[in-house]
Each structure stands twice: as C-alpha cells, then as structure tokens.
C-alpha cells in the first residue's frame, strides 16, 4: 500500500517511511511547502492545513505538524518552533533558558489523515527537559538541546532508531500508521 507524506522538511520525511515500513506501507514524498495557519494549537493548524490540500492532492495522504513547548517559557516556542529555529535558533533558546531551574519541555507531534475527504488527527507527545549545551550531530531541529525522560542522551545523541522508539513523531506515526493498516485497503 502506498500513502503520500506531504512535507518540506527531509528529516520529518525519513524519520516517518522508517515508521510506516514497518507497517508494510510505502510513504511517498510530496515535497511542498503549505499554507499554515496561526493558531495556539498544532491540531488546529493540522487540520486547517489538511483541508486547504484535501482537493488537490493525491489521497490517502499524511501531514504533520510540529513543535517543542518549553514549561519556563510558557510552551514557546510551540507553533512558533519552526520560525524560531530558523530565527534565534539553538544557542537563542537556550540563552532564554539561562537561570531557569525548571527546564521540563515537551515535543508535540500531530498527523493528520486523509482519505475519503475525512481528517482523522493522530496525537505523539514525548516528555523530556532542554540540556545546558547543544550535544550531537544527529537528527534535526532542536534534538540538540531535548533530552527525553529517562534517558542521558539527547536525540542528537541517539540512533535514528532509538529517536523514533521515544519520540513525539515515532508515537504519532505509528498511530497513523496502524489506523491506515486497519481502515484502508
Ligand atoms: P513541514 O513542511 O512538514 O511543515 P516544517 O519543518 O516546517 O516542515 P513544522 O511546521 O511542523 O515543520 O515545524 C516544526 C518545527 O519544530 C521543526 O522545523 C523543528 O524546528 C521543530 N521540531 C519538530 N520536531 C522535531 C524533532 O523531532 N526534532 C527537533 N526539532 C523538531
């Protein structure tokens, strides 16, 4: 069976067909860019982003939306993380973190899925903390400075393998990937 993944980031991209292989399902890339609502949750921006491509994309098709919430920073940067990565970037939100004794934070991912113009919305959360310095070269985004519960490493750190057993993404990729395993032929 084949499902298309509708993405800009690489990363995103890989980390999802390892997801979805493992459920016999080929992902395929359609590399766009969409438009992105502003809204306080990544659920809202999902399911609006799902909508707007439902007519004009080929179906059953995926889109994800996601984002790392910082407890001291009031869950910033959130639906904002994207444009803060590319902006202040690692070194920015970690100045921003400096003195805070609270450094709990959460990567929240949301699938959206669509087939018969129905969304259906898959939810991945992974509970962590931000590190005090940016460590390892693996990964993208922010996985330098997040350090999932119950473990020393951060995803920088870790096999793609071993990211996707804990990680946000991992969680809500095989949500979407057994209700496409159990609900499409
Ligand atoms: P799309 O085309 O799929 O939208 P994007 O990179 O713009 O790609 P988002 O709008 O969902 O994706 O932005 C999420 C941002 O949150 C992403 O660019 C990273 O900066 C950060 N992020 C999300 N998941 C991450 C992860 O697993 N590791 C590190 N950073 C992550």
Redo the contacts with the bound molecule.
Sequence with gaps: MRVYFV???DK?FEEASKVFSSFAIKLERINR?YV?IQADKLEEVAEFSARYLMDNTPKPFI??????FIDALKGFPGVY??YV?RTIGLQGVLSLMEGKSNRGAR?L?VVAVVHNNEVVLCRGVCEGHISHTARGHG?????PIFIPRGEKRT?AEMSAADKNAY???GKSMRLAAKYIAENMD
């Excluded at 889109?63 to 790392?68: F, I, K, T």
């Design positions: 993405t800009s980031n995103k860019k992105e889109l994800e939306d996601s984002g790392l993380s994207s990565f990567f991912s990964g993208f985004g922010f996985d995803f990680s946000h993404r």
